[in-house]
């Protein structure tokens, strides 16, 4: 027979992890974190994008569409307890896609994929993790100064009108 301490005790613990669970899956794109949701998230990475500081709350893959590749994901909270969410893509605008296939063979972090849009000036490289791109987007700016490069990060999901 099992001891009935036991069992409360695996029942509670049980239940801690899927309330843990259910919360991490409520990181809506744009919700605002209460200081208690944060303070869930103490130990998790901070990576610092200029004179911003992201937490990561998550990282993975999400499926674009039906048969389509996975695309890695990263959750974010800023500096004001917002959700966002990266791609993990650097954004490059405003000169050639070869000066920027140039500047791209000197990163420490090599892209997981890129598109370039030579008609546009516009270059998107994809990375694996989202320090990664943060860490590229610094060593562009300095290879490409005149460039404009940018993380994106979005706070709200679009809606059909």
């Known amino acids: 027979m099992i001891n009935p301490t036991v069992m409360k005790t695996v029942a509670l ?11 991490a899956a409520d990181l809506a794109v744009g919700k605002h974190l209460t200081t208690q949701e944060l303070a869930q998230y103490a130990s998790a990475p901070v990576v610092q994008l200029e004179s911003q500081s992201f937490k990561v709350l998550s ?3 999400r499926t674009k569409s039906a048969g389509a590749t996975s695309a ?12 966002g969410e990266s791609r993990n893509e650097v954004v490059v605008s405003q000169v050639s896609v070869d000066s920027v296939r ?4 000197g990163l420490s972090a ?7 849009y030579g008609h546009l000036n516009i270059s998107t490289l994809r990375f694996a993790v989202f320090q990664d791109a943060v860490t590229a987007r610094a060593l562009l700016k300095k290879a490409l100064p005149q460039a404009r490069v940018d993380v994106p990060i979005q706070y709200a999901k679009p809606v059909a009108r």
């Open 13 to 23: 613990a049980a239940l801690l992890s899927m309330g843990a669970a259910c919360q």
């Open 59 to 61: 990282s993975g893959t």
């Open 72 to 83: 890695a994901v990263t959750q974010v909270a800023n500096e004001r307890g917002v959700v």
């Open 102 to 105: 140039q500047a791209v063979v």
């Open 110 to 116: 090599a892209p997981v994929s890129a598109e370039y």
